[in-house]
């Protein structure tokens, strides 16, 4: 299947070109048109994350379960000056850790690939725009150098921000019940409280 990326820009254009003509002078409309389309592209992103997660929610409660439980154990493990239990349990922790780590990774990919069809559209629209020449660069950068910066300030900010947006604290409290297992993820931290306690009660 061939995907014609130029009908894509044309039609995208007819919508997003909206969000660069407030009433606003120039060059505060272009760039308040950046941050909009970067919020908006974090939000379908978000969503679309979201949707990919609760879709394999039983695998990602699964790793979660695997990964608790087996660190859980191995500290508990390190506890008793149990060796041969502390690392059996924290070679297995330490591999679902590293299956949680690339899920993850897998998971954060399906919330920027409408970032490209944005880029694409960018390039479509302002591409013959010079925005300033750098140093090291032959030519001046255009206004992709410009967006993607703004992008990751963006959706940090949308990070710092989701635990109190309505529909995002819901998907938040539907991703902890679904990998809660009944404990929660112990720290060395832990085992150090437990020694004091100990301690105190001797």
């Not at 308040?32 to 969503?47: P, W």
């Not at 990919?52 to 493990?77: D, G, Q």
């Not at 998907?171 to 297992?181: M, Q, T």
């Not at 931290?189 to 009660?201: F, P, R």
Request: net charge neutral; hydrophobic share 55%.
């Amino acid at each position: 299947m061939n995907i014609n990326f130029i009908e894509i820009d044309q039609a995208l254009d007819v919508v997003l070109i909206w969000l660069f003509r407030l009433p606003l002078p120039p060059l505060v409309s272009f760039f308040a048109g950046l941050v909009l389309l970067a919020l908006i592209l974090t939000i379908i992103g978000e969503l679309c994350m979201a949707g990919v997660y609760f879709m394999n929610r039983k695998h990602f409660a699964e790793i979660t379960h695997e990964m608790t439980s087996n660190n859980n154990a191995s500290i508990r493990a390190l506890a008793r000056k149990d060796k041969k239990s502390y690392t059996a349990c924290n070679s297995l922790a330490n591999e679902a850790f590293g299956r949680s780590f690339f899920s993850g990774l897998a998971l954060f990919a399906s919330s920027v690939w409408p970032v490209a069809f944005a880029l694409s559209w960018m390039q479509f629209r302002f591409g013959n725009i010079e925005f300033f020449s750098l140093p090291f660069a032959a030519d001046p950068v255009g206004v992709n150098f410009v967006f993607i910066p703004l992008y990751v300030v963006v959706r940090f900010a949308f990070a710092k921000a989701k635990p109190y947006l309505p529909v995002f604290a819901q998907i938040k409290r539907a991703v902890k019940a679904n990998e809660f297992s009944g404990e929660e993820l112990m720290t060395w931290g832990d085992l150090v409280q437990d020694d004091k306690a100990q301690a105190t009660e001797k």
